[in-house]
């Protein structure tokens, strides 16, 4: 089964089981209640990703300014967004989803845990950056010594004259 094919019965499922929920809900301390409880978690979770956000913010700036690749703290902003739609989706099940990944640690892990999964994945070129030669290393902050391979070593020097 695909990619599409399972995020449609992951979407259907749980928008069957959130519509379930919402209504047992409803029926047992009534619609309005319920409506109200709805609004308050995405008001209240609406705030917390705002100031979490800032924070996330702040974290990617002093890595920067380290000289470190925040790249666990660009994903965890990224779930942010995330986090925020579902908030913004009423239900009750999303909204457990979005405060659970709300804690920073948690969030922080399932980041790393993706920036893991990505790295095993990533091809990682070193050598110059012609056809046949690899690709330019994926390591921050410059480029690596070219690879053993066709190429290495070789300097290619022009001279040319600018035109008028």
């Keep these: 089964m695909g990619f599409v094919a ?22 047992e301390i009534s619609f309005p209640l319920t409506l109200g409880l709805c609004v308050l978690t995405g008001v209240l979770g609406g705030g917390l990703v705002r100031y979490q956000g800032l924070r996330c913010l702040k974290e990617i700036q002093t890595n920067l300014s380290q000289g470190q690749v925040p790249a666990a703290e660009i994903v965890s902003g990224l779930i942010l967004v995330v986090i925020g739609t579902l908030l913004l989706t009423p239900g009750f099940i999303t909204d457990t989803v ?14 790393r845990r993706g920036v893991a999964a990505f790295k095993k994945r990533a091809v990682v070129r070193q ?38």
Excluded: C, H, K, W
Aim: charged letters at 10%.
């Design 6 to 27: 399972r995020f449609f019965m992951l979407v259907t499922v749980l928008s069957i089981g959130e519509l379930y929920l919402l209504v047992t809900v409803a029926n």
């Design 98 to 111: 979005a405060f659970t990944m709300l804690v920073p640690p948690i969030r922080l892990f399932v980041a």
């Design 127 to 164: 050598g110059g950056g012609f056809p046949g030669q690899g690709g330019f290393s994926g390591q921050a902050g410059g480029f690596s010594r070219p690879s053993s391979g066709s190429g290495a070593g070789r300097v290619i020097d022009v001279e040319g004259e600018e035109l008028p």
